[in-house]
């Protein structure tokens, strides 16, 4: 996870602080709930330039800031 990438999340995580968004650091006991999730999903789509596919819109998507890395990078075709 790119440090951008981390400063996106902490906006949406009221209980973490930057230190604690680790890959897998799970979102929803860091403070993201289903309506955060959306905005955070909009979020995503504007500052990383990529448009996440329906298929990659479910629950494990969004369980680790990990999981939600890795479907941001592979909506952007890279492998980081």
């Not at 949406?12 to 860091?30: E, M, N, V």
């Not at 995503?44 to 819109?57: F, H, Y």
């Not at 369980?63 to 890279?78: E, P, Q, Y």
């Amino acid at each position: 996870m790119n440090p951008e990438f981390v400063a996106l999340l902490s906006r949406f995580l009221k209980y973490a602080t930057p230190d604690q968004i680790t890959a897998d650091a799970s979102l929803h006991d860091l403070g993201l709930d289903s309506m955060q999730s959306i905005e955070l999903l909009f979020a995503i789509e504007d500052d990383c330039g990529v448009s996440l596919p329906d298929e990659a819109l479910t629950e494990s998507t969004f369980a680790t800031a990990g999981s939600l890395w890795a479907a941001v990078c592979n909506a952007r075709g890279d492998a980081s």
